[in-house]
């Protein structure tokens, strides 16, 4: 006799053709929200060093569209049928940490914190809520194709005019560094690393967006000709990465196992690296770029980093200076976002936003945390936006985000955490195979919800 799925009710839509949209009763409703999408997409395309003031209060165009955005987002948040994640817990511990520390310690840099805090928290919020469920996701990511056209094509701009053009028009120094002889563009971000870095993100999730493999070349070749327009080394070793891994991905798709492998040849050569180098985060950092020359001034900074935070290791020295004066690696800038944040507020802070970027992808092993599902889509875009999180966490080793980049990071989490939510609540292909019908079922929250 064959099992029947109870208690499913059938969603408004092409249903014959995109089986996915069957959802059963008292789901969490997977809408499209095309405004709040476009004017997310419309913080990130204007530069983030173009700042305003309202109210008194400073603003630039991310900051003020997520304030925008922040309630509307909670609201949804709230619905029925959404989760509470364990990525939510330590996002929302990360913020609290740094308005607390500076609340406590640094009482004056209060403002400032609040708007680092703003930034992150509110990418993380906007994202978990209005991004969630296929048609969400498939949105957001046409309208981010939008955006890589846009970016990739000012940065081509700089490249003509042989200047940065969107600093020459803010009034900022628009004189571009030069790599090999090649001006490093930066398009609409403050560096031209943060540029490479938000161009190696976006071809990571078109890796996988595309089911197509001519529009698969298309978007990956346009992301990857913004990388090299950026001339910036880490980027672009992150982007053979991510190339590597999806290869590697399609060789062994038919593998389950594959995942397991990738994660043990990776713990397997870090504990090589940690018995046999006598410093061994050092060494990783001086390999993490093309340039000899930048791998020996990032060695040194996180040495001398290492030795400042020694003195403050919970709570910071804030958003003041640091070190000695005569010191040249304390005046130099640390290019470096877990290095910056833990200098700014503290150890705690780096374990919990490291905690958030793993736990929006993995809390463990098991049948309800991994396998596939009849949404072939949502199944390559978790594969794709896992990618596009790591190369945050990793670039992040050589780059210190802010403004723009800074929020974009918590919405990519953001948006991990809620793929992430999407699959727990969804039938796997093993719960199915004695089920009359072929769609996947997805499945409210019960008893866990914000």
């Given amino acids: 006799m064959r099992n029947r799925l109870p208690n499913v009710a059938v969603a408004k839509g092409p249903v ?5 949209l069957i959802a059963s009763a008292g789901a969490a409703s997977q809408r499209v929200h095309p405004f709040a999408t476009w004017l997310f997409i419309l913080g990130l395309v204007l530069p983030g060093d173009m700042s305003f003031l309202l109210g008194g209060a400073k603003f630039n165009p991310e900051r003020l569209v997520i304030a925008l955005l922040m309630i509307p987002a909670f609201l949804l948040l709230l619905q029925k049928g959404r989760r509470f994640l364990a990525c939510d817990l330590f996002v929302l511990l990360a913020s609290a940490w740094m308005l607390g520390v500076s609340a406590e310690v640094r009482s004056a840099e209060l403002s400032s914190a609040g708007a680092v805090a703003l930034e992150f928290l509110g990418g993380y919020i906007v994202a978990r809520a209005f991004f969630f469920g296929h048609l969400a996701v498939a949105d957001f990511i046409k309208v981010l194709k939008v955006a890589v056209v846009t970016i990739v094509a000012v940065a081509m701009v700089d490249h003509m005019s042989g200047k940065l ?5 803010l009034g900022l120094n628009s004189e571009p ?13 403050p560096h031209a690393i943060s540029y490479g870095t938000f161009c190696t993100a976006a071809g990571a999730i078109f890796l996988y967006s595309e089911s197509r493999q001519v529009s698969q070349i298309c978007w990956v070749g346009i992301a990857f000709v913004g990388c090299f327009l950026a001339m910036s080394s880490a980027p672009m070793l992150m982007f053979m990465v991510v190339l590597s891994v999806y290869s590697y991905d399609r060789l062994l798709k038919s593998s389950p196992w594959r995942w ?6 990776i713990g397997a050569v870090l504990a090589f690296i940690y018995l046999t180098t006598n410093n061994p985060t050092s060494w990783i950092i001086a390999h993490l770029t093309l340039d000899p020359s930048t791998g020996y001034f990032r060695k040194a900074t996180w040495d001398r980093a290492f030795y400042n935070i020694g003195f403050a290791p919970w709570v910071g020295f804030g958003f003041g200076d640091i070190g000695e004066s005569l010191e040249f690696f304390d005046n130099a800038s640390v290019d470096a976002v877990w290095l910056v944040i833990a200098l700014r507020f503290g150890v ?5 936003i490291l905690l958030a970027n793993v736990t929006s992808f993995f809390v463990g092993f098991g049948r309800k945390t991994v396998g596939p599902t009849m949404d072939v889509y949502m199944d390559r875009m978790r594969t794709g936006f896992t990618l596009a999180v790591m190369t945050f966490v990793l670039v992040g080793l050589t780059v210190h985000y802010w403004n723009t980049m800074w929020m974009l990071w918590g919405a990519y989490i953001g948006i991990r955490a809620s793929l992430y939510e999407h699959f727990l609540g969804t039938r796997h292909l093993s719960e199915l195979s004695t089920a009359w019908y072929d769609p996947p079922v997805y499945v409210p929250a019960t008893g866990r919800r914000w």
């Avoid at 014959?16 to 996915?20: I, N, R, S």
């Avoid at 053009?165 to 028009?169: E, G, L, P, T, Y």
């Avoid at 397991?260 to 040849?265: D, E, G, S, T, Y």
């Fill in 16 to 20: 014959g053709q995109e089986p996915w």
């Fill in 165 to 169: 053009i969107v600093n020459s028009f």
């Fill in 177 to 189: 560094e030069y790599r090999n002889g090649l001006m490093r563009a930066a398009s609409v971000f």
């Fill in 260 to 265: 397991k492998l990738f994660a043990a040849v």
């Fill in 348 to 352: 705690p802070i780096v374990v919990f």
